[in-house]
């Protein structure tokens, strides 16, 4: 019998979740008392109460450093906040009797009633009523009096009572083995078994070990992040808490495939872990997807294609192994940095220029026609060609929405809308505007996306932060990204580079970069900012010539980027300082919050060329003048002590 306790604790001010959860430092988890424990439950008291009862949560990770120590937790925490029962009564034999509600009270479901059945047990046992929609945790015995000469419960709701019943049933958890689970894994699952969400355990990109960062994440019932409303009701309970419930000597071994049963004290059932294999589920949706016939010619038949695909000593190296290896039939040796490492072999996994220059230098030498890298939690690519040609992300998600049909699921499906955050690239809206698909443009953050995709207005999306992905789950998708590249590889039977190519010769190319300042001072990030929309604002920058050399831009709009969203309509503001020229460059300002420390300050420019002999240039040099001008009216360099940008995309 497991023992289950209550243990007293003081609420953190900064336990706010980003998003993409909460993100910190790891020393901030391991160092201060019952700060993870805090957010757990947080999270957890979020669930409504109605949809607890037998809930199952998914829960994994990208491997990095204290993860397994959190599932403990998250396990531990999710067996206490199961089935209520009631210590303090005590009845000799079985009581049957009304329930008398005072006050016209409401249950903690919204609903009220005078006439449900409650069954009360011997001490110590549990209190079940003959509906769902009530069980009672045993803190909340005192406000229960008996009245002892009708022989029934006397039920006043109050306040605290309802507090104490954000305590209810989480009765299964289903874990990847040894805790691994990609971030599109869990979304996958999530939505497979039909469970009420899922906690993610990783920093995505940012780097691990006990130096580095760590993440705790929460999904919804869609599979997708949680919107805004469930990451501030979490934010609020965690300025709150008082205590948390835990089973502290509950150890769930992660190794083993299978169902782990505990019998809990005071509890009606036993809690239930499963463990699964960490690629099977995933691995079988893209199998419904796209064509593994086609894909395993591609790969292994006798002209095929040579790859090289870097895991980057995140979560996908097993699932790479699994289906481009060993499935799809791709030598063993194509695929590098498979093993999930805690601190990723000391590298920062974040599959860009900079972070996968290894990469880079491999394809550069002309020896593979086709490479990739993942991020930590495996929802990030990034795509290259022969001799290292790189595909931006804007362009990227441009190329398969242009190419859709070569993948065989949107055939079935067909194509409802393509949607792209505000930073990424106009690519995508010329090729929208060609097929006469809806385009929608939302802020960054695919919560946004999912909103859209629940009320059937989008099937493809993408990022210019090298997220890219489609209605099939509710996050971006690392893997079905290469796979919709190979796709359109064996449909096109060219290279990565003469596909771009034709792609800029049809539509015209965006020109596009970024430059990203990581963990600057925050206050004298948030003071650039804060000048630099005031300078924007001014009545007379509108129409306002900006030049460099001899390039001129006529200030078209300025403005703080705000989406109205047309599902629920919603309204989010301050998402990002726009700079919309005549000719429809962009300059943009962002900052970003998946940092753990310090602020992030991204600088994004956008231009379209559509003159056929200018397609080709170097971005850097043509978006040079308005990279000019974006860091002279904001004073970047001078602002934050930096002389260049971190990472140049």
């Given at each position: 019998?497991?023992?289950?306790?209550t243990v007293?604790?003081?609420?953190?001010g900064?336990?706010?979740?980003?998003?993409?959860g909460?993100?910190?430092r790891v020393?901030?988890?391991?160092s201060n008392?019952h700060?993870t424990e805090?957010?757990?439950?947080?999270?957890?008291a979020?669930?409504?109460?109605?949809?607890?009862?037998?809930?199952?949560l998914?829960?994994g990770?990208?491997?990095r450093?204290?993860?397994?120590d959190?599932i403990?937790?998250?396990?531990?925490?999710a067996a206490?906040n199961?089935?209520?029962?009631?210590?303090?009564?005590?009845?000799l034999?079985?009581l049957?009797a009304p329930?008398?509600?005072?006050?016209?009270?409401a249950?903690p479901?919204?609903?009220?009633?005078s006439?449900?059945l409650?069954?009360?047990?011997?001490?110590?046992a549990?209190?079940?009523?003959c509906s769902?929609h009530a069980?009672?945790?045993?803190?909340t015995?005192?406000w229960f009096?008996?009245?002892?000469q009708?022989?029934?419960?006397?039920?006043?709701f109050e306040?605290?009572?309802?507090?104490h019943?954000?305590?209810n049933?989480?009765?299964?958890?289903?874990?990847?083995?040894n805790?691994?689970?990609?971030?599109?894994?869990?979304?996958?699952?999530?939505r497979?078994i039909?469970?009420?969400g899922?906690?993610?355990?990783?920093?995505?990109h940012?780097?691990?070990g006990p130096n580095?960062?760590f993440g705790?994440?929460?999904?919804i019932?869609?599979?997708g992040?949680a919107?805004?409303?469930?990451t501030d009701?979490?934010?609020q309970?965690?300025k709150?808490?008082?205590?948390?419930?835990?089973?502290?000597d509950?150890?769930?071994?992660?190794?083993?495939?299978?169902?782990?049963q505990f019998?809990?004290?005071?509890?009606?059932?036993p809690?239930?872990?499963?463990?699964?294999?960490?690629?099977?589920?995933?691995?079988n949706?893209?199998?419904?997807?796209?064509?593994?016939n086609a894909?395993?010619?591609?790969l292994?038949?006798?002209?095929?294609?040579k790859?090289?695909?870097?895991a980057m000593?995140?979560?996908?190296g097993?699932?790479?192994?699994?289906?481009l290896?060993?499935?799809?039939g791709?030598p063993?040796?194509?695929?590098?940095?498979?093993?999930?490492l805690?601190?990723?072999?000391?590298?920062?996994p974040?599959?860009?220029?900079?972070?996968?220059a290894d990469?880079?230098?491999t394809m550069?030498?002309g020896e593979?026609?086709?490479g990739?890298?993942?991020?930590g939690?495996?929802d990030r690519?990034?795509?290259?060609?022969?001799?290292?040609f790189?595909?931006n992300?804007?362009?990227?998600v441009?190329?398969?929405?242009?190419?859709?049909?070569?993948i065989?699921?949107?055939q079935?499906?067909?194509v409802?809308?393509?949607?792209?955050s505000?930073p990424?690239?106009?690519?995508?809206?010329?090729?929208?505007?060609?097929?006469k698909?809806?385009?929608?443009?939302?802020?960054?953050?695919?919560k946004?996306?999912?909103?859209?995709?629940?009320?059937?207005?989008?099937?493809l999306?993408g990022?210019e932060?090298f997220?890219?992905?489609s209605?099939?789950?509710?996050?971006?998708?690392?893997?079905w990204a290469?796979?919709?590249w190979?796709?359109?590889?064996?449909?096109?039977k060219?290279?990565?580079?003469d596909?771009?190519?034709?792609?800029?010769q049809?539509?015209?190319?965006n020109f596009?970069?970024?430059?990203?300042?990581?963990?600057?001072?925050?206050d004298?990030a948030?003071?650039?900012?804060?000048d630099?929309e005031?300078?924007?604002f001014d009545?007379?920058?509108?129409?306002?010539?900006?030049?460099?050399g001899?390039?001129?831009y006529?200030?078209?709009k300025?403005?703080?980027?705000?989406?109205?969203?047309?599902?629920d309509?919603?309204?989010?503001?301050?998402?990002?300082?726009r700079?919309?020229?005549?000719?429809g460059?962009?300059?943009?300002?962002?900052l970003?919050g998946t940092?753990?420390a310090?602020?992030t300050?991204?600088?994004y420019?956008?231009?379209?060329e559509?003159d056929?002999?200018k397609?080709?240039?170097?971005?850097?040099?043509?978006?040079?003048?308005?990279?000019?001008i974006?860091?002279?009216l904001s004073?970047?360099h001078e602002r934050?002590?930096?002389?260049?940008?971190t990472?140049?995309?």
């Amino acid at each position: 019998m497991v023992h289950i306790a209550t243990v007293k604790t003081k609420p953190y001010g900064d336990q706010k979740p980003g998003t993409s959860g909460l993100r910190k430092r790891v020393a901030v988890f391991q160092s201060n008392a019952h700060y993870t424990e805090n957010f757990i439950q947080s999270i957890l008291a979020t669930v409504p109460p109605t949809e607890r009862q037998e809930a199952t949560l998914v829960v994994g990770g990208d491997g990095r450093f204290y993860m397994k120590d959190a599932i403990q937790l998250i396990v531990r925490i999710a067996a206490a906040n199961g089935l209520f029962s009631f210590k303090s009564f005590t009845a000799l034999a079985l009581l049957c009797a009304p329930v008398e509600v005072m006050d016209n009270a409401a249950f903690p479901d919204g609903k009220s009633s005078s006439h449900w059945l409650v069954y009360v047990f011997s001490e110590g046992a549990g209190v079940e009523t003959c509906s769902v929609h009530a069980r009672f945790h045993a803190q909340t015995a005192p406000w229960f009096p008996m009245n002892k000469q009708t022989e029934s419960l006397i039920v006043s709701f109050e306040s605290k009572v309802r507090d104490h019943n954000q305590r209810n049933v989480i009765g299964r958890l289903v874990i990847g083995q040894n805790g691994i689970l990609s971030t599109p894994a869990v979304s996958c699952i999530i939505r497979k078994i039909k469970a009420i969400g899922g906690i993610i355990l990783t920093a995505s990109h940012n780097p691990g070990g006990p130096n580095g960062d760590f993440g705790i994440k929460f999904n919804i019932a869609n599979g997708g992040p949680a919107p805004e409303g469930i990451t501030d009701k979490i934010f609020q309970i965690s300025k709150k808490i008082e205590e948390y419930a835990i089973c502290p000597d509950l150890q769930v071994d992660l190794s083993t495939i299978g169902k782990q049963q505990f019998d809990l004290e005071n509890k009606f059932k036993p809690f239930t872990v499963e463990i699964v294999d960490s690629v099977e589920a995933y691995a079988n949706m893209l199998r419904n997807i796209f064509d593994f016939n086609a894909l395993k010619e591609l790969l292994s038949g006798k002209n095929h294609l040579k790859i090289r695909i870097d895991a980057m000593h995140g979560v996908v190296g097993p699932y790479v192994k699994k289906i481009l290896c060993e499935e799809l039939g791709a030598p063993a040796n194509s695929a590098v940095n498979c093993t999930p490492l805690e601190d990723f072999g000391g590298h920062h996994p974040d599959p860009n220029l900079t972070y996968a220059a290894d990469l880079v230098q491999t394809m550069k030498t002309g020896e593979y026609d086709f490479g990739a890298a993942f991020d930590g939690d495996g929802d990030r690519n990034m795509i290259l060609g022969k001799h290292g040609f790189f595909v931006n992300p804007s362009d990227s998600v441009a190329v398969i929405a242009a190419n859709i049909f070569s993948i065989p699921y949107f055939q079935q499906t067909g194509v409802r809308g393509f949607a792209r955050s505000m930073p990424t690239s106009g690519a995508l809206d010329r090729v929208a505007h060609a097929t006469k698909i809806a385009l929608y443009e939302t802020p960054t953050g695919w919560k946004f996306f999912g909103n859209l995709m629940d009320a059937n207005k989008l099937s493809l999306c993408g990022e210019e932060s090298f997220g890219t992905g489609s209605d099939h789950i509710r996050e971006k998708d690392g893997l079905w990204a290469v796979l919709a590249w190979l796709s359109i590889l064996a449909t096109r039977k060219q290279s990565v580079e003469d596909i771009m190519k034709d792609h800029w010769q049809k539509y015209g190319r965006n020109f596009f970069t970024r430059y990203d300042y990581e963990e600057v001072d925050a206050d004298a990030a948030n003071k650039m900012m804060k000048d630099l929309e005031t300078v924007m604002f001014d009545r007379s920058f509108v129409g306002k010539q900006l030049s460099c050399g001899d390039k001129v831009y006529t200030v078209e709009k300025a403005d703080n980027f705000e989406y109205n969203d047309p599902v629920d309509g919603s309204v989010s503001r301050n998402q990002g300082l726009r700079l919309i020229f005549s000719d429809g460059s962009r300059i943009i300002f962002r900052l970003s919050g998946t940092g753990s420390a310090g602020a992030t300050v991204r600088l994004y420019i956008d231009s379209y060329e559509k003159d056929a002999q200018k397609i080709h240039e170097d971005p850097q040099v043509m978006l040079a003048p308005l990279i000019s001008i974006a860091l002279k009216l904001s004073q970047l360099h001078e602002r934050t002590g930096r002389t260049g940008p971190t990472v140049i995309t």
